[in-house]
Nanobody, 125 residues
Framework: QVQLVEAGGGLVQAGGSLRLSCTAS?????????MGWFRQAPGKEREFVAT????????DYTDSVKGRFTISRDNDKRTVYLQMNSLKPEDTAAYYC?????????????????WGQGTQVTVSS
């Protein structure tokens, strides 16, 4: 059974930082999956945040987080990270990681094969 388990969410003041992690189990070959982070704020649709290639060499971000968020991965630990700095109240959302087989960068949530349960990030002003 495939599981993606996110951790690291919480309450932080504006300007602060959080580091999210997503650890995979049950995936036959973790390095074969491109990974992504998405978020969903109350009353809004889920949106793309960041994606990383299978070998971790390339990344892409939505414009609103460029320069503040960094996605990375450790294939030996089967884990993908999202370092979030200079957090803003508008970053408040549930954050989800997702895995896409045999694909590098991908912003399309409908093409991902597996999803985590989400972790809540709340940024106070």
């Amino acid at each position: 059974q495939v599981q993606l388990v996110e951790a690291g969410g919480g309450l932080v003041q504006a300007g602060g930082s959080l580091r999210l992690s997503c650890t995979a189990s049950g995936l036959i070959f973790f390095p074969g999956y491109g990974m992504g982070w998405f978020r969903q704020a109350p009353g809004k649709e889920r949106e793309f945040v960041a994606t990383i290639s299978r070998n971790g060499a390339t990344q892409d971000y939505t414009d609103s987080v460029k320069g503040r968020f960094t996605i990375s991965r450790d294939n030996d630990k089967r884990t993908v990270y999202l370092q979030m700095n200079s957090l803003k109240p508008e970053d408040t959302a549930a954050y989800y990681c997702a895995a896409h087989w045999n694909r590098d960068l991908n912003k399309n949530e409908y093409e991902y094969n597996y999803w985590g349960q989400g972790t809540q990030v709340t940024v106070s002003s």
